[in-house]
């Protein structure tokens, strides 16, 4: 096997660390949450709803190729997320720092390490040929080609994802034992690898710490180098360079160019340096203007748009609005509020001390009701003893 030195870090002897400067990792864009250190920390333990990604800066080149995953997850009991490895067409451009879940269309293969089925942890394999727009499925557990059971969280290790492309065969293996395998799918070449993680709420941390991708092919073109070598190596070519230069460079008499053959090798070596030193620029420039490409895409992302602005604006002139409208409805209900509360305060006592005066009972009645009812006892006890007194008497 032969390692793709540009689509690789965390390597055994190819660098002590990961990133020589600590700063950013050659060949390689982190962008979202993701954090550098003596690993990359694609999604912090705390807070939850972060997103990170790293990836390649160059494309794969190679019809048969090994790539290896190391990662780890950590996280509480009820934890949740979910780590993506990505081989697409599209790269970093397109999908970023995006989910199974949120990424759109895309073309090429992914790996999904989540807990779905809530059986422990689970890895499922994805393929798209860019038709298929996962964001808007109604079902994108179910566009899975493949998948394996795999309890990933808390193991106080490193996990090892390997995906292998031979010619005949796919397969993807897990810490050593096999998780799925086709001989029906053939991945393409230049596309590019990449790594994602979202966390939930709650959140799980996923660690990056070594991604390798080799090859295996013994006839293959060269590998496209679009960055300089290590920084020991520049280091050593740089004085090289600038000694070459300096003597090719050093102001000379006329009169040593006597013959035309003389002055036309003196033209001759200065145009060359001037050709490399124009190529250098241009790479440099080239540089730059990927890395200000993808720097004003993820911007692109994440400022919004100027519909969108117009769009909000007007939604919050249009709350404005309302509240205004409410607000002297909300006056005019007050102030009837207050006139019927002063009205009743005033109205009230008149209104009850009326009722009670001409509605009430007068006593006058009342004890004519009383006379009345006991002269009527008085009236019947007198004719009840006059008819017993003239009534006919029996004698025993």
């Known amino acids: 096997m032969r390692l793709l030195l540009s689509i690789l ?3 055994a002897g190819a660098s002590a660390q990961i990133s020589p400067n600590n700063l950013a990792v050659p060949n390689f864009h982190i962008s979202g949450d993701g954090q550098l250190s003596d690993k990359i920390i694609l999604t912090p333990p705390y807070p939850g709803n972060r997103r990170g990604a790293i990836w390649a800066e160059s494309r794969n080149s190679r019809p048969e ?19 993506q490895l990505w081989y697409t067409k599209e790269g970093q451009t397109s999908i970023g720092t995006s989910s199974i879940y949120t990424v759109g269309k895309f073309d090429g293969l992914v790996l999904v390490v989540d807990m779905y ?22 079902a994108v ?21 390997e995906v292998k492309q031979e010619a005949n065969s796919f397969q993807v293996s897990v810490d050593g034992k096999r998780c799925l395998s086709s001989d029906k799918i053939k991945l393409p070449s230049d596309y590019y ?3 994602s993680a979202a966390s ?5 941390s996923f660690e990056i710490y070594k991604f390798i991708t080799a090859t295996s092919s013994s006839v293959a073109r060269e590998e496209p180098q679009r960055y300089q070598p290590p920084q020991q190596q520049q280091q050593q070519q740089q004085p090289n360079q600038q000694q070459q230069q300096q003597r090719m460079f050093q102001d000379t008499p006329a009169s040593q160019y006597a013959s035309q053959d003389a002055q036309f090798a003196d033209l001759h070596n200065k145009l060359q340096i001037m050709a490399h030193s124009l190529d250098d620029l241009f790479g440099e420039i080239h540089k730059l203007s990927f890395s200000s490409e993808g720097r004003h895409q993820e911007i692109s992302r994440n400022v919004m748009s100027a519909d969108q602005l117009n769009a909000m604006d007007q939604r919050i002139q249009g709350i404005e609005k309302t509240v205004k409208d409410y607000q002297g409805e909300f006056s005019r209900m007050h102030r009837i509020f207050e006139n019927s509360h002063s009205n009743m305060m005033q109205n009230l006592p008149a209104q ?15 004890l004519f009701l009383i006379l009345a009812f006991q002269a009527l006892l008085a009236g019947s006890y007198v004719i009840y003893k006059r008819r017993r007194a003239s009534g006919p008497k029996k004698y025993l």
């Open 9 to 11: 870090f965390g390597a």
């Open 193 to 195: 690898f990449g790594i």
């Open 65 to 83: 190729w090994q790539a290896n995953l190391d990662f780890r997850v950590n996280g509480p009991e009820r934890g949740g997320g979910n780590l």
């Open 141 to 161: 557990d179910s566009l899975a080609f493949g998948h394996c059971d795999y309890s990933y969280r808390n193991l106080g290790r490193p996990s090892q994802i």
């Open 352 to 366: 009850m001390t009326e009722i009670i005066h001409t509605k009430s009972p007068r006593m006058g009645v009342f």
């Open 117 to 138: 089925g809530g059986r422990g942890g689970k890895i499922r394999g994805f393929l798209n040929d860019g038709s298929t727009d996962y964001r808007h499925h109604h």
């Open 200 to 204: 939930a709420d709650t959140p799980d």
